[in-house]
């Protein structure tokens, strides 16, 4: 469970975020989208701790954001380009990431197993492909069983059969009682996977609610076409 | 004197009785002794009893006697070196005869004045007299020669305690003096370790002299002398040689003499004189020259010093050649842009030319007078700059057009390798 | 937190020692230091040298790389904070890992050629060690003011910039504008000013350190009670180990401050 209230964010003059309020219902896959520059990368940011200048409260599993960084440990990350020391190996990665978090037990390595990710193990990160490396980004996001999890993007990047895997880890995970949130500003393979969208236009959430009422309130016949719609009336 | 005069008038019978006396004071009377349980309790007594030729011999002790004349020719030699103490007051030895001989004494406390030169062993107006093995402690004056010819100071160890100048005597102090030999003594804590005004042909060598308050070798209008082998470190202002024509200055090492005016050599109006073979090692100046003609500073190595040279433009012809320059903060510094002293064939460790005929001398000329040094000469504190970068680059730019710096100080055929 | 500081310093360290560029590093220290020393085979010309490498290379060499070294490893950084780890944490832990890796190639690069030929350095030890203390030093503090740099500012090229220009202030400029005002000063007692404004550098520290030992000579040519004591005694040597190893903490200490507050 995520809860925001009145956020406020601005980079000098210019306002990103101008005074959200949001649940982010436990236990349900949560779809944020908006065009470029509607704030969702900064609403995500704030959520990670990576941007540290705003107003507002957030709660994460009822604690509140406060510099801290222990509440991370609940969250499962995966960002759009993945990015490690070039000369370090997959394993080092691997055993850095259990390391920060102090955890080398309990671990979730499905993914690890599904991508075949055992081979790729002794090479360099540097020697990897942008798939694999995303690859290994999904399989650390998912590794530690956190109780959010937020993805930026996911499939971009994964051929056709891990992005499947993949959605079927999301989908299973969700069964399992994890709060997901992604993000895109297209709209995604994913979609079908989403219970809630969050619409967000110029720092303001136009649309927050489940997805059939965004077509029922649109009147549109799928996602992408409401989607297209709320951008066309506004623009 | 009268003695002769006697023998030539009494004739045969008298030459008799003087081989006879000889040879009787050969055997017995040659000797006396002195110090406890001894025949005589005191120098004096044995002085006043001792015949010319006599050796006297002191026991271990402490002697409280001062102003002890000799007036014969005799030799004192000290058993295990009985101590002589002067008590600060007085001189302690004051020689007036010629051909004596003292040694393995150990003289101490010859009494500070500000009107008399008091000192441990005076030769005053003498000849031939050996001043040997003897040790010096905390006296004014230690050895002081005046107006002698023919002597010699030898291995002796003289020190002090540095107090101020003006209560610190010299360590080995000549004064219009001919033909001395001061060899191998050690001095320190002295106003200056070894004093020359006004003395001739006379040689200092295998001397060290260090940790005095003024200069190790204090040397002024004493043409045709030299000294060689000597050490001379830690001195507060080094070495000075002044108003002399002809002095050789050989194999000697000068190091560690700092402060502002604190010099390996100060030259001042010397001329023809020669600078061999000489070693100075981290002084604030190397040498300093003033007022010198025709002086040869050559095979010499200047390591490590603050200016290796420093050189007055009132000094001309002198001629620096194959001497070593390394590591120096300065080369050479000078006060003019005009120069008439030659630079020759010396290995500059600063120097960053080639040598494509592979001669062994660089095809570049070497500049040793660097614009930073101007610079230092009227701006002291600049000196925190040393060494940077900024230093480097206004050199290098100095180097390639010298507008500042004089022409022709300039080594032509630099050395490449070190000599 | 010192635990999750080294942890991250290993594995940075881990990166670090298998990168071309401290490898390539290190195999020019060592490459100038042996040719140095082969070349002149004269102590006194080897540490001058080595005095430039250390004071004007060497902070060149770490600014710049410290930048490009930020910078590109931004997208790294930021997946590191999502991780439940203190910026701070993480920042020394990145700061630690890169200067130690430096650190290293500098004083073996530097120092193998010099213990193989030790006889050579024999008397001259205490300097060498003088240069390498400064050397360190100044690793740290043009490593912390590139990660200063690259924390205030978002631009590579930019940031790029900045630093060649910091190294060139404090390397060349600052100088030469002491020298400037010392001569506009030259009338009036200026020791203590230009001691001050020397100690205001860390280039200039590091100089002093090395000179205090090799220039002593001409140090005490100057007579002038200030300088006299700073130089005379240890007391300079003291100061400026002292100045210098503060001097350290100040970009670190600033742009720790900068790198926690500062949105990614």
């Not at chain 1, 065009?35 to 409260?57: A, D, E, F, H």
Request: proline share 3%; with cysteine; charged share 20%.
């Amino acid at each position: 469970m995520i809860t925001i209230s009145q956020l406020h964010k601005s980079y000098d003059l210019l306002n990103v975020l101008k005074g959200i309020d949001l649940k982010i219902p436990e236990g349900k896959i949560t779809y944020i989208v908006g065009p470029n520059g509607s704030g969702k990368t900064t609403l995500i940011k704030i959520l990670l701790g990576l941007v540290k200048n705003y107003s507002g409260r957030i709660y994460v599993n009822g604690n509140e954001i406060d510099g801290e960084s222990s509440y991370r440990s609940q969250i499962g990350y995966m960002p759009q380009h993945a990015s490690f020391p070039e000369n370090l190996t997959v394993k080092h990665v691997f055993e850095l990431v259990k390391e920060l978090r102090n955890r080398y037990e309990d671990l979730d390595e499905e993914l690890i197993a599904k991508f075949y990710l055992s081979k790729e193990m002794n090479k360099r990160v540097k020697t990897l492909s942008g798939g694999t490396l995303q690859k290994v980004s999904a399989a650390l996001a998912f590794l530690f069983k956190p109780s959010i999890l937020i993805l930026d993007e996911p499939t971009a990047g994964l051929d056709p059969v891990s992005s499947s895997i993949l959605k079927d880890k999301i989908k299973t995970e969700n069964n399992a009682g994890k709060t997901i949130l992604f993000t895109s500003h297209i709209v995604s393979e994913l979609e079908d996977l989403a219970e809630n969208i969050i619409f967000l236009l110029d720092g303001n959430i136009y649309f927050n609610g489940s997805l059939d009422n965004l077509i029922v309130h649109t009147g549109e016949h799928n996602l992408e076409r409401s989607i297209a719609s709320v951008m066309l009336r506004r623009l | 004197m009268n003695w002769w005069i006697m023998l030539n008038r009494s004739g045969i019978k008298f030459i008799f009785l003087i081989c006879l006396y000889f040879t009787f004071s050969f055997v017995y009377a040659g000797e006396l002794k002195v110090g406890k349980g001894e025949h005589f309790a005191t120098i004096k007594s044995a002085l006043e009893s001792s015949s010319p030729f006599d050796t006297i011999f002191i026991s271990p002790g402490i002697y409280k006697e001062r102003n002890i004349v000799i007036d014969k020719p005799l030799t004192l030699t000290g058993i295990n070196y009985p101590i002589i103490d002067g008590e600060d007051k007085h001189e302690i030895f004051t020689v007036v005869s010629d051909s004596v001989v003292i040694q393995k004494i150990k003289f101490i406390n010859s009494g500070v004045s500000f009107i008399d030169d008091n000192a441990a062993v005076k030769l005053d107006e003498v000849n031939n007299c050996i001043i040997s093995d003897n040790i010096f402690e905390k006296n004014f004056f230690a050895v002081y020669l005046a107006k002698s010819s023919d002597c010699k100071v030898l291995n002796n160890k003289i020190t002090s305690e540095k107090k101020s100048e003006a209560s610190s005597g010299n360590g080995i102090h000549l004064w219009y003096c001919k033909n001395i030999e001061i060899v191998g003594n050690y001095i320190s804590g002295h106003r200056d370790g070894i004093y020359f005004e006004f003395v001739e042909s006379s040689s200092i060598n295998n001397n060290i002299s260090e940790h005095n308050l003024r200069y190790g070798l204090h040397f002024m209008f004493s043409d045709n002398c030299s000294y060689s082998q000597n050490e001379f470190s830690y001195n507060g202002a080094g070495v000075a040689v002044m108003f002399t024509k002809n002095v050789e200055m050989t194999d000697n090492t000068f190091k560690h003499n700092w402060g502002g005016a604190s010099y390996g050599i100060l030259l001042k109006d010397i001329t023809d004189s020669k600078i061999y073979k000489n070693s100075f090692y981290k002084n604030s100046s190397g040498i300093y020259i003033e007022g010198s003609n025709r002086v040869e500073i050559k095979h010499n190595s200047f390591l490590e010093n603050g200016w290796a040279i420093r050189l007055m433009a009132n000094s001309m012809d002198n001629v620096f050649e194959k001497n070593n320059f390394i590591g120096n903060s300065f080369d050479v510094a000078t006060n003019s842009t005009r120069n008439y002293n030659k630079f020759k064939n010396n290995y500059w460790s600063e120097y960053s030319g080639y040598d494509l005929d592979k001669n062994g001398i660089g095809d570049v000329p070497y500049r040793p007078v660097k614009l930073y040094s101007l610079i230092v000469e009227k701006n002291r504190p600049t000196l925190v700059l040393l060494r940077s970068l900024f230093v480097g680059i206004l050199d290098s730019a100095e180097k390639i057009f010298p507008v500042l710096t004089p022409e022709t100080l300039i080594d032509n055929f630099p050395s490449m390798k070190k000599l | 937190m010192i635990r999750d500081i080294a942890k991250i310093i290993k594995y940075q360290m881990h990166d670090n020692l298998r990168s071309k560029w401290i490898i390539g590093l290190f195999l020019f220290y060592s490459a100038a230091s042996y040719w140095l020393i082969s070349f002149s085979g004269d102590s006194s010309k080897v540490l001058l040298s080595l005095l430039n490498i250390t004071i004007i290379l060497n902070p060149l060499i770490c600014i710049v790389f410290g930048t490009v070294y930020f910078y590109n490893n931004k997208n790294y950084i930021i997946f590191m904070l999502t991780q439940p780890v203190n910026r701070s944490v993480l920042f020394s832990g990145l700061y630690f890992g890169l200067i130690i890796p430096l650190t290293l190639s500098f004083l073996i690069g530097i120092g193998l050629p010099v213990i193989i030929n030790l006889n050579l350095f024999l008397d001259t030890l205490h300097i060498l060690s003088a240069l390498l203390y400064t050397g360190v030093i100044q690793i740290f503090i043009f490593t912390g003011f590139s990660f200063f740099i690259a924390a205030i500012n978002e631009d590579k090229l930019k940031g790029l910039g900045i630093s060649i220009f910091i190294w060139l202030f404090f390397g060349i400029l600052y100088d030469g504008l002491i020298l400037f005002l010392l001569q506009i000063l030259q009338d009036y007692p200026i020791e203590k000013i230009a001691l001050g404004l020397i100690l205001a550098n860390p280039v200039d520290l590091g100089r002093i350190l090395v000179i205090i030992e090799f220039d002593i000579s001409a140090l005490m040519g100057y007579t002038g009670a200030v300088f006299e004591d700073f130089f005379g005694k240890s007391l300079g040597t003291f100061i400026s180990f002292l100045s210098l190893t503060i001097w350290f903490f100040i970009p670190f200490a600033l742009s720790l401050v900068k790198f926690s507050k500062k949105d990614l």
